[in-house]
């Protein structure tokens, strides 16, 4: 059973920082490929924050670019997310992701954590 735990979140100003981690375990050997970090509010549906593939490549939210940086340590099955001059608006739960592709047709499997709260006041 693949299991992701998420830590960092919490209470801060606008223009505060925040680094979010979530490690991923498994009973047996699992490397995800993508992963990443989402995030939703009351009454929206989860939206990407930041995604890192298994080669490095990475990709933003127009709302976070230049501002979060998404990192992995893939000998440790962990993500990262440092997040820089937060506003407000970054509020949210934040909800770690790993995905693993498992066919040749690129079928995919999704793991999710239990998200962290990140409030940020004004």
């Known amino acids: 059973q693949v299991r992701l735990v998420e830590s960092g979140g919490g209470l801060v100003q606008a223009g505060d920082s925040l680094r979010l981690s979530c490690e991923v375990s498994?009973?047996?050997?699992?490397?995800?490929?993508?992963m990443g970090w989402y995030r939703q509010t009351p009454g929206k549906s989860r939206e990407l924050v930041a995604v890192i593939e298994s080669d490095g490549n990475t990709n933003y939210a127009d709302s976070v670019k230049g501002r979060f940086t998404i990192a992995r340590d893939s000998a440790k099955n962990t993500v990262f997310l440092q997040m820089n001059s937060l506003k407000p608006e970054d509020t949210g739960v934040y909800y770690c992701?790993?995905?693993?592709?498992?066919?040749?047709?690129?079928?995919?499997?999704?793991?999710w954590g239990q998200g962290t709260q990140v409030t940020v006041s004004s």
């Open positions: 992701n790993a995905k693993k592709v498992v066919n040749v047709e690129g079928a995919t499997v999704n793991y």
């Open positions: 498994s009973g047996r050997r699992f490397s995800p490929d993508d």
